[in-house]
C-alpha cells in the first residue's frame, strides 16, 4: 500500500481526516470526496472532482468541508 494512503486511512480511522460533502440537484445525490491529511490538500483536489461532475452534467454544485471520520457508502442518490 501506498504510504500516503495508508496514512490518510489512518487519519481517516482516528477521524482527523479532511471531507467534502458534495450535493447536487441534477442528478439529486450527495457525494464524499477524500480522505486528505490537510484542508489545503483538499480544495487544491476538490476543483478537479467539482469539474468532472459538472462535465457528466451534475449541476448546480454544493460543498461543505468537514473533519472527521466517514466510512462506506461514499455517495448517496
Partial sequence: MDPIRGLRNFGNKLGLAWWAKVETNAPTATYWFGPFLTRRSLKLNLSIFEKDLSIEG?????HTLV???RGEPLTFN
Fill in 67 to 69: 473533519r472527521g471520520r
Fill in 58 to 62: 451534475s449541476d448546480p454544485i454544493k
